[in-house]
């Protein structure tokens, strides 16, 4: 009995840990908000225990943040904040990107091209970020992969998601996508090419760029 009611639990900590990511990288909590554990409990129908539990790995993934005597809100990030994160991601994504070409696999490549024209077809559909969004980190973890980095890789992991609600903002601009997708296509190119150092460098780009827009437009939000 003790093992079932283990896992009952375990299952309801990862379903309210699934969703209360979903909602804040989806933007419907955003930076700042108070998140409420009684109010988080009624709305997905679980007990209060399991909810924190899963509040309490978001902390640890910088989603949220618990404040003394206050309980725990969505992560609100600074511009010095956003350009640290970029800053550490262009360096450590320019590495998985160098490694994981110089031992890629033609099959790798396939996969690769595979994921970009599937963004391709995400952005001519028109339908919003969602598949975009969902596609965009397939493309950058497969990318990944075949660098055999483990900790690299969930660094790189958790980085990326401490920004993951900010894309959403910067996906909005007049052709923002398109030009994202332009470097994703580079980088399949070189990536099959088998040029590590090519890559290396437009993976940097890709994050600076990224740091560099979300800061700008931040700060004219803020003017």
Sequence with gaps: MTEILGDLLVSAQEAAHARLR?????????????????????????SRLPVREALNRLAT??????????????????????????EMRA??????????????????ADALDRLVES??????????????GRLNEQFHERLYQSCNRKYLRRQIGMLRDAVAPLI????????ELRRAQEEHRQMARFFRLGDAPGVSELCRKHCAYTGTALIEKFSKNRS
Excluded: C, H, W
């Design 119 to 132: 963004l391709d077809a995400a952005i001519d559909s028109n339908e919003g970020f969602d598949d975009y």
């Design 168 to 175: 959403r903002i910067l996906a909005s601009e007049t052709g």
């Design 91 to 108: 360096m450590l994504e320019a590495r998985a990107g160098q490694l994981a070409t110089e031992r890629m696999t033609a099959l790798d």
């Design 61 to 86: 993934e910088g989603l949220v943040e618990l404040k003394p005597r206050r309980g725990f809100y969505v992560v609100s990030l600074k511009p010095d904040e956003i350009e640290d994160i970029f």
């Design 22 to 46: 979903e909602l804040i990288f989806s933007g419907a909590l955003q930076g700042g908000q108070a998140l409420r554990q009684e109010e988080i409990a009624r709305q997905l129908g679980l």
